[in-house]
């Protein structure tokens, strides 16, 4: 929806209409999706519906409340079409054409959730695995060998899949993108997660850097990745590294160069793993075995940074914003040139699209501890990151065995 369409949609003013909490939630997803929910406050939401801020006070407790409204709202089509029941190739399809609908979901759990109260956050958490579960039964009840964790895993990894399109900037005509989500999402969920006996083992929190530049690097990056940007202040970050007061700005003048300074790390991480995995590689379906092998463990491995590098660029200045986003364009522009050689059919946007679910798939395993926890879950993760890449049977049987 455009901010144009917001405006023409919203009721006159001195109107109550019977709908009018409805429209507030579609007016707030709009701004929390588009501005972040930092930026936009209750009068932002009461100018687009044209009415006074108490208006949406007789609706809603207050700002948090709203946004818990809002996530609920984008995933209810979700649970509506795994209500039904049925199969799940009737289930793909319709889960296909919900995601491209309510593309915001991502966004604003992923990103815009993390400003919420524990007790709020907990009831969207409930709500997801709730409707994830759902499709978990789905497919348990074809594929019992799966077992519960299995399927579970499996069903999250689609879920993945779904909500890639709101973090992409994919331009694919409605049907064709999901039709391509479909033939992402069928092999995924008919993958068989390989046997493994031991979960994989937690990064170890035990270094402690001496310099008190690295400790407050340390420090600020958890703090972002569980509060947001704008919930986390400069004492705050110098309070985790035990540093006080006016000493951190010693190493730092602001929270923005902080927060620079991380995605600078970040991005150039992701350029060296790319890098190394790149040169091994011998063709370029093995190029993207190894890629996805390398860019899990990194995930795994350092998984508040991944959520920083996907939520948080926004809060930088133009100049600096727009330097991260290059390196972050031309890091998936790398996995987008290699899946175009292995796939010649595919065109730049579908290798787009495809990358972002691959990418997704491991993002959000990485950041959701019992699944990563799971035994098996990092390679089964990047099995599913190669089908959501390359596609066919055939590619799957040559990369993933590498």
């Keep these: 929806m455009t901010a144009e369409r917001t405006a023409a949609a919203a009721p006159a003013r001195g109107t109550r209409p019977r709908n009018r909490r409805t429209l507030i939630i579609e007016a707030a997803a709009e701004l929390f999706a588009r501005h972040g929910y930092d930026q936009v406050a209750m009068s932002d939401v009461a100018d687009a519906m044209n009415v006074r801020p108490s208006a949406l006070y007789r609706h809603f407790a207050g700002k948090p409340r709203l946004l818990t409204a809002v996530v609920l709202a984008e995933i209810e089509p979700f649970e509506r079409v795994l209500a039904t029941g049925g199969p799940i190739d009737r289930l793909v399809p319709r889960l ?4 491209l609908e309510h593309r915001r979901l991502g966004v604003l759990w992923q990103r815009e959730a993390r400003a919420l109260p524990e007790e709020e956050r907990g009831v969207l958490r409930d709500a997801l695995r709730s409707t994830a579960g759902r499709l978990a039964v789905a497919l348990l009840a074809e594929r019992p060998e799966l077992g519960p964790a299995g399927a579970d895993l499996l069903s999250w990894c689609a879920w993945s899949v779904l909500n890639s399109a709101g973090h992409s900037s994919v331009e694919l005509p409605k049907a064709e993108y999901a039709s391509l989500l479909e033939q992402i999402v069928r092999p995924v969920l008919a993958l068989t997660p390989p046997p493994q006996a031991t979960a994989p083992a937690e990064p170890d929190d035990g270094f402690d850097p001496r310099s008190r530049r690295e400790k407050l690097l340390a420090a600020a990056v958890p703090l972002f990745a569980a509060q947001g940007y704008a919930g986390v202040r400069m004492e705050d970050i110098g309070a985790r590294a035990g540093i006080a007061g006016p000493s951190v700005y010693h190493h730092f003048t602001s929270k923005q160069e902080i927060l620079y300074a991380v995605l600078n790390r970040g991005s150039e ?5 790319l890098h190394r995995a790149l040169a091994r590689a011998m063709d370029p379906a093995d ?28 809060h930088l200045p133009a100049e600096q914003r727009a330097a991260v986003v290059q390196a972050q364009q031309d890091y998936l522009g790398e996995w987008q040139h290699r899946l175009r050689l292995a796939r010649p059919q595919t065109t730049a946007m579908q290798a787009r699209a495809r990358v972002h679910a691959a990418l997704a798939i491991v993002n959000d395993i990485a950041r959701t501890p019992h699944l990563r926890a799971m035994p098996g879950a990092l390679e089964t993760v990047r099995q599913a990151a190669l089908l959501a890449l390359l596609g066919c049977v055939n590619h799957h049987e040559e990369v993933v065995t590498r």
């Design 269 to 273: 991480w992701l350029r060296q793993d």
């Design 287 to 314: 190029a993207l075995s190894r890629l996805a092998g390398s860019y899990v463990r990194f995930a795994a491995d350092n998984s508040a940074l991944i959520d920083v590098l996907i939520s948080d660029v926004r």
């Design 96 to 99: 296909a054409d919900v995601a």
